[in-house]
């Protein structure tokens, strides 16, 4: 009898410390995933949401990725790496606004941009200037006030945009709306001509 109950005593000390040690069972915890996305909307100071805005991912192991509102403001990456990143938002009339973050996949980015000055500018001849990168929509004047004929030669960016040969009469004056980006601004061949730039939104 004592050979069996020492043989019960040692089973249940081997299943005692084989077993279960009292705590609550352990989940594996799965890794983070590589991919993820980026939502997020771009706004107006004013409080209206801004279609077609673009966003751009500037640095990083995402970076180059570019993308666009839709017509309630939102955007959308997919297929991201998970990683830091700065991210820009512009959108016509508006300056430019930039924020870092951890692209992580639960993370949404917002903007809200301010409304910039409408943007002009007039002169005389030949000149170069720096025009913002907010301008979407640009009218151009020009007139020649000699006589004869003068050439009126713009260029915005890398872009030519007017390429006219202005007359006393009747072509004295060239006046168009023309679609840009900004950048640097060329006045060439063009000594005698007054001009105006006007942003239109």
């Not at 352990?26 to 983070?32: C, G, I, L, R």
């Not at 990725?65 to 998970?82: E, P, Q, V």
């Given at each position: 009898m004592k050979c069996a109950l020492s043989f019960v005593i040692v089973l249940a000390s081997l299943v005692?410390?084989?077993?279960?040690?009292?705590?609550?069972?352990?989940?594996?915890?799965?890794?983070?995933?590589?991919?993820?996305?980026?939502?997020?909307?771009?706004?107006?100071?004013?409080?209206?949401?801004?279609?077609?805005?673009?966003?751009?991912?500037?640095?990083?192991?995402?970076?180059?990725?570019?993308?666009?509102?839709?017509?309630?403001?939102?955007?959308?990456?997919?297929?991201?790496?998970?990683?830091?990143?700065?991210?820009?938002?512009?959108?016509?009339?508006?300056?430019?606004?930039?924020?870092?973050?951890?692209?992580?996949?639960?993370t949404p980015l917002n903007f809200t941009l301010q409304a910039a000055p409408l943007f002009s500018a007039s002169g005389q001849g030949n000149t170069v200037f720096d025009m913002p990168t907010y301008v979407r929509r640009l009218q151009i004047r020009g007139v020649w006030n000699g006589t004869g004929t003068s050439n009126f030669i713009v260029r915005i960016g890398s872009n030519l945009v007017v390429n006219e040969i202005l007359r006393d009469m009747p072509n004295q004056t060239y006046q168009g709306v023309h679609s840009t980006t900004g950048g640097t601004t060329e006045i060439t061949n063009s000594s005698a001509i007054s001009w105006t730039f006007t942003e239109v939104r």
């Open positions: 005692s410390a084989c077993g279960d040690d009292g705590g609550s069972p352990t989940t594996p915890t799965s890794p983070a995933p590589t991919v993820v996305s980026l939502t997020g909307s771009v706004s107006s100071s004013s409080g209206n949401r801004l279609a077609s805005a673009t966003v751009t991912i500037l640095d990083g192991s995402n970076a180059g990725r570019s993308t666009t509102t839709n017509a309630n403001g939102d955007y959308r990456f997919d297929s991201l790496s998970r990683s830091n990143g700065n991210v820009a938002a512009r959108a016509g009339g508006h300056l430019d606004a930039s924020r870092g973050l951890f692209i992580d996949g639960t």
